[in-house]
């Protein structure tokens, strides 16, 4: 399996870990030092505070997924890719459904465990 399409697998996996509310699961896919730059918000720094900010919006009942559609994955080289896409999140509000969402960037990195996200950033349309 070639580096894009692992990237490819990895990123629906993440996608069906959100959804399922796993917050182990979502940050599996992550570096131990990740860094995310939230749409609108801060900068999480590590693996520890990504799953921290995701057990916090799994336990709004309003909260139902983020999903990240990818666009286009780039081969750096072997052992790096960068990956850009559109993201959407949704929540079920008692107006009907609300949806949020935008452009991202992710950077992955390949290592002894594998593909691992080392830095995401959020932008809001």
């Known amino acids: 399996m070639t580096g894009d399409?692992?990237?490819?697998?990895?990123?629906?996996?993440?996608?069906?870990?959100?959804?399922?509310?796993?917050?182990?699961?979502?940050?599996?896919?992550?570096?131990?030092?990740?860094?995310?730059?939230?749409?609108?918000?801060?900068?999480?720094?590590?693996?520890d505070a990504s799953r921290a900010a995701f057990v916090e919006q799994f336990a709004d009942t309003a909260f139902v997924t983020y999903v990240r559609t990818i666009e286009q994955v780039t081969m750096v080289d072997p052992m790096r890719a960068t990956e850009r896409g559109r993201w959407v999140g949704r929540w079920r509000l008692k107006a009907g459904m609300h949806e949020q969402g935008g452009s991202y960037v992710a950077e992955w990195r390949f290592s002894e465990m594998g593909w691992l996200i080392h830095s995401e950033t959020f932008i809001e349309a």
């Open 5 to 47: 399409t692992k990237i490819r697998a990895l990123r629906e996996q993440s996608n069906q870990a959100i959804a399922a509310h796993d917050a182990d699961r979502t940050v599996s896919f992550m570096a131990p030092d990740i860094a995310v730059g939230v749409a609108g918000g801060p900068t999480l720094t590590g693996r």
